[in-house]
């Protein structure tokens, strides 16, 4: 029941900036976690960023690749995520796809949103 919605993405030189955003929606709890992953066709969708809330329980882990250069954060309501990906890469050029975790009554349940195409070209 919930849905996840992208924005943001479009295409930027290689070194600059964007800020994607997710929001959710159809839910009444806070989502346990919400992040970000990316895909080139033909590959496989890998994790860029992952930001978990559990109460008093919370973390935030990037993969190796985007780490010291993107930024996660959880917003304020807890159903929307922003990415701030700094100094942008060609290799960054995918579709970033939003992705959150419901769990209920220790009862997981994913969602996927249907992805904002970021391009790192000159």
């Known amino acids: 029941q919930v849905q996840l919605v992208e924005s943001g993405g479009g295409l930027v030189q290689p070194g600059g900036s964007l800020r994607l955003s997710c929001a959710a929606s159809g839910s009444s709890f806070t989502l346990w976690s919400m992040g970000w992953y990316r895909q080139v066709p033909g590959k496989e969708r890998e994790l860029v960023t992952v930001?978990?809330?559990?109460?008093?329980?919370?973390?935030?882990r990037y993969a190796s690749s985007v780490k010291g250069r993107f930024t996660i954060s959880r917003g304020n309501p807890d159903n929307t995520v922003d990415l701030q990906m700094n100094n942008l890469e060609p290799e960054d050029s995918a579709v970033y796809y939003c992705k959150a975790v419901d769990v209920v009554d220790n009862f997981a349940t994913e969602y996927w949103g249907k992805g904002t195409l970021v391009t790192v070209s000159l």
């Open positions: 930001a978990t809330k559990g109460g008093i329980s919370s973390s935030t």
